[in-house]
């Protein structure tokens, strides 16, 4: 595995591993892997290398690990028997380095089940006294969120705040904020 083609093959599989997995492209299989990256091994020895690369990727993405814990992870795996060699290794290494966000973020995304907010602004806006109205110098709070999820459409919602249910607004936030607080310092 010293020769830098093996490296190469070896990068190519542990992208075409997480192209498939992680990023949703079906197009990637493992026969197009097999007759791209490996067409002289033997359909076993493909079929073990994949499997093995596989389930050291889904060990790292599960662990979310970072680099030192990567580094512990492959060097434990070299010392094994049936593992994977120093430079498999360096190739593992430097794709989950190049990887770990954009899978993090694959994983995150497919793992929720609700809308989230995509967007929020929000402004202050003062109403100058009219002759016609007593209504004179009020404020209001104007909240405007886009909710949605990703690959879909979004919904927007506009909030109009007098200075009365904003502080009820900022009472209850406060109140969740101690709760929360509260069930972090249990557990």
């Known amino acids: ?10 990068s190519g599989l542990l992208n075409g591993i997480a192209q498939s997995r992680y990023y949703g492209n079906e197009e990637i299989t493992e026969e197009l892997l097999k007759r791209e990256l490996y067409p002289e091994l033997p359909p076993d020895q493909f079929r073990a290398l994949h499997d093995k690369m596989l389930g050291i990727i889904k060990s790292i993405v599960s662990a979310d690990m970072d680099l030192n814990q990567i580094d ?12 994977i060699t120093a430079e498999q290794s360096l190739v593992i290494a430097k794709f989950w380095k190049n990887h770990k966000k954009k899978i993090r973020e694959s994983v ?4 929720r089940w609700e809308n989230t907010l995509k967007s929020l602004k929000w402004r202050i806006d003062v109403k100058s006294q009219s002759r016609h109205t007593d209504q004179g110098n009020s404020s209001a709070a104007i909240v405007e969120m886009e909710i949605g999820t990703k690959g879909q459409g979004s919904e927007f919602l506009c909030i109009e705040l007098n200075e009365i249910k904003m502080n009820e607004m900022l009472k209850k936030l406060s109140e969740v904020e101690e709760s929360l607080a509260a069930l972090t310092q249990i557990s």
């Open 108 to 111: 995150i995304n497919r793992s």
């Open 1 to 10: 595995m010293a020769d830098p083609e093996s490296s190469k093959a070896l």
């Open 72 to 83: 512990a992870f492959l060097t434990a795996q070299t010392k094994k028997q049936g593992g």
